[in-house]
Structures are given as C-alpha cells and as structure tokens.
C-alpha cells in the first residue's frame, strides 16, 4: 500500500487491509477498501464512508445491495436446503434452467450446463467444442487427421483457468503459464480476412491444419476497454462457421442478463446483426452477486455431446446459487430493469459528453456496460479520484473507465456519478 493511499484510508480500513496483506495472496494488488454493507446501488466501507457503486462487484450485483426480494428468497432457501450434490436435483436448479433457455431465445432440446464462475462456463464451451470437433472430417487421429482448433480473437477475455486462459489473449497473464491447451489460435477481433485465413488454412497437404470446431468471442469485449464488435463482422463469423461446419461460442459472461438492453448481447441487432449463437456462456449479473455461471447448448444434437462423467462440479447448479438465479431473473422482469439498463445507459453516455470536461474524448458501450476514452492514460488517477469523492469506477484500460452500475440504478444516480465525472481535473497525471 502506498503512502499516499495510506493517508486517505480510515482508521477500521488501514487496521482491516493490514490484516488482509498478511493472509491473503496477493493476486489482486491492495484493496481500495474494505466494503461493509450496501443498499441499493450504495455501499458503505468499515469507516462509514458512503460510495456510490457504477462498477456492482464488475457486472455481478444486477439487483444491487441487498434487494428484499433476492434476500428474502436466498434466506428461505438456506433454510430449506443449500446443497444437496449433483447427484440429486433441486426446483430451482430445473425451473432456473428452462428459464434461461427460454430468455435465450434457444430451440427446442437446447440444455444448461451449470458452473460457479464464467471462467468455468467458458470450461464447459471448450471442452463441448473439443468433443464436437473430433466429430468432424479430417480430425480423427487415428485415421491420419489433425486435431481440430478453436479460434479466439485478440484481447479476448474469457477466465483464468487453464482451458479459458488458453483462450484469453492477454500476454502478460498467458505466458507464464505457458504451454496452455494446444490447438486454440488467436486472429485479430474485427478483421475479416485474418479470420476467412485461418479457416483457409484447414487440409492443405502435408503443412494444413486440422478442421476448426468453433470461434469464441465476446461481442462486446469487456476487459480489452468495453470494445464492441462491429456487427457486420460478427454476421461473417457466422456465416464462416455455417460454411465449415463450425460452432460460435459467444461469451455473455459480462454482457449477459439485461446489461446491455437486452437479456443477451447477441439479441441487439446493432451488436450481432441477428446472429443465433450454438453456445452462450453466463455468469456475472445472473444470480445477483452469489457465484453460479454457466453455459447453454443450442439444439438437442449439440448437447448430447456431454453424456454422464463427461463433465461436472461439485457445488453447480445448487439450491440456493439457483434461488438466488430465480430470484434475479425475476425482478429484472417484473421490474422492466432490461429497459431500464437502455434508458439509463443512454444518460450516461450522453451526459459524459455534456459535462464539457476536456479529459473525455468519447464514450462507448451499450445499455448499462460502458466507457469514457480519455485524452490520456491516466485511469487510475480518475479512478482514485472519483473514489475519493464517492463514486467507484472501473480503470478498464491506461485510458479508459468502466461504469457498470446494477441494474436497477436511477436516474438520480446517474446525475449524482455525472457531477463528479464533471469535476475530475484534466490534468491528472498519468499513470
């Protein structure tokens, strides 16, 4: 911990983050601070410092802090049962399920795979397209075939685990872990005739390479800044797919349960130009802050791919990580929060660029998963500031800030967070 940061901290902060560096790995850098309770889109520290929350635990807390209708069901299902092990079923598990393929749009036959994190939902896509793809000509080993690859796009983020890591473009964290899963290559996101190349690529002779199983992307990628996809672009990669027999994966792990206006990223026009994926993955806002994510299988045929043994968890899909699913859900519904995730973002965005401050270049993003582009890298500056003045934001990128607030966020406290965007200093310094 800095100095710096040191002498902004309250006494119960500094007292408690002491604590944490001496027990805690440190995978995650010093703690801001050290949070205490929360209500609604507000959250308090152990000083009794009040913040106004536009990041929600990054794209977790859909229903914010401690909303009556998410505690009410989780407490009575911790009453009745919390876990029961996948060796039993539970309502909730079954009824979250069908809900999700409902919301998904996805056909008849289409199955749920239920993890605790998108990282492991992501797992699970990976491991379906890699038996999908010993499925396909000129991939059985046996018969003289190549092993059939996945192509993930430039700064991609799709976990930390070994499998999703393989996937995940980020270098710094990649290459110490080198080498990851093979047969997953990376062409750059939005260009067009790198990935039609790499399609090209499958079977030429002695140096051709195996047949591709599937592409894995995010239309919206979160970590690399809040870079969407371009829509034409994400019609070729489909179209590519149809043509060589492959799968889309795409990763809803941020852009997932009404974030971004719409129950999935890859129902906005503007985003997937109509593209019906044959996976989505999920995690983040779909159990309002406890931890479930997963994976959903378009059509019958694709999902009887995992069979009994194939694939599991311990904890997934559990009773109460699925009231809490249930519950969720169900608020954004009752609530009209998906309009609500438009209405709002739109403020936002419109009102950075009305604040007449000369450090905001532009803003992008859709619904309620956005950011500011700034006239230089100094986002971690803006960060420690807003936070000092009581709104937490998101340094995504050198010169970049991420808001995600809950979905349920008011106009009100978009103008509040606006006011303090207004004042920040231009001439921060860099980080």
Known sequence: MSTEQNETLGA?????????????????????????????????????????????????????????KWVKAVSEQAAKVAHISNYFASEPQIELAAKLVKLAGAPEGSKVYFGNSGAEGNEAALKLA???????????????????????????????????????????????????????????????????????????????KGPIAAVILELIQGEAGVQPLGADYVKFVRELCDINHALLIIDEVQTGIGRTGKWFAFQREDLSGGVTPDMVTFAKGVAGGFPMGGMIAFGEKLAALFTPGSHGS????????????????????????????????????????????????????????????????????????CLEHGLIVNAVAPNALRFAPPLIVTAEDVDQALAVLKDVPADLPND
């Open 12 to 68: 119960e902060d500094s007292k408690w983050l002491g604590e944490y560096s001496q027990v805690h790995m440190n995978v995650f850098g010093t703690p801001l601070r050290v949070m205490d309770h929360g209500q609604g889109a507000h959250i308090w520290d152990v000083d009794g410092n009040e913040y106004l929350d536009f990041l929600a635990g990054i794209a977790v807390n859909s229903l914010g802090y401690a909303h009556p």
């Open 130 to 208: 890699k038996l999908y793809g010993r499925t396909l000509p000129g991939a059985l080993p046996s018969i003289g075939g190549k092993p059939a690859r996945i192509l993930a796009m430039t700064h991609g983020f799709h976990g930390r685990t070994m499998g999703a890591l393989s996937a995940t473009w980020k270098p710094n964290i990649r290459k110490p872990y080198d080498p990851l899963v093979p047969d997953i290559e990376f062409v750059r996101a939005g260009d067009e005739v790198a990935l039609y190349e790499a399609f090209s690529q499958t079977g030429l002779g002695h140096y051709g």
């Open 314 to 385: 311990t904890f997934a899909g559990n009773p109460l990580g699925a009231a809490a699913g249930l519950a969720t859900l169900g608020v954004i519904e009752d609530d009209n929060l998906i309009a609500n995730a438009e209405a709002r973002g739109q403020q936002l965005r419109d009102g950075i660029m009305v604040t007449g401050n000369p450090l905001y270049v532009s803003v992008r993003g859709r619904g309620l998963l956005d950011a500011v582009e700034l006239k230089h890298p100094c986002a971690h500056a803006v960060m420690n500031y």
